[in-house]
Nanobody, 115 residues
């Protein structure tokens, strides 16, 4: 049974940084590409970043390129999202995702960027 537990969100001022974590269980984590999505109030969920199973390739939404970094530690079954130079428009609930169970979403972690 797939389980994804996100953490690390919070309230931060514009220009600040946060590091999100997602601990996975219930599947062979090291074999799968992992994703970070976000959903802002009143908006559809959008893809933020992707990392391949070995962590050798990454890809980012244009809105976060150069500010966010996705990484993973397969020994810890964990994927990270380092977010720097945060902007108010980054405010959203952030979710990690695995295609192992396309219908499963964790509880997410709230990121609020505000002065």
């Amino acid at each position: 049974q797939v389980q994804l537990v996100e953490s690390g969100g919070g309230l931060v001022q514009p220009g600040g940084s946060l590091r999100l974590s997602c601990v996975a269980s219930g599947f062979r984590f090291s074999a799968y590409t992992m994703y970070w999505y976000r959903q802002a109030p009143g908006k559809e969920r959008e893809l933020v970043a992707v990392i391949t199973s070995a962590g050798t390739r990454t890809n980012y939404a244009d809105a976060v390129k150069g500010r966010f970094t996705i990484s993973r530690d397969n020994a810890k079954n964990t994927v990270y999202l380092q977010m720097n130079s945060l902007k108010p428009e980054d405010t959203a609930v952030y979710y990690c995702y695995t295609p192992v169970d396309s219908n499963y979403w964790g509880q997410g972690t709230q990121v609020t960027v505000s002065s």
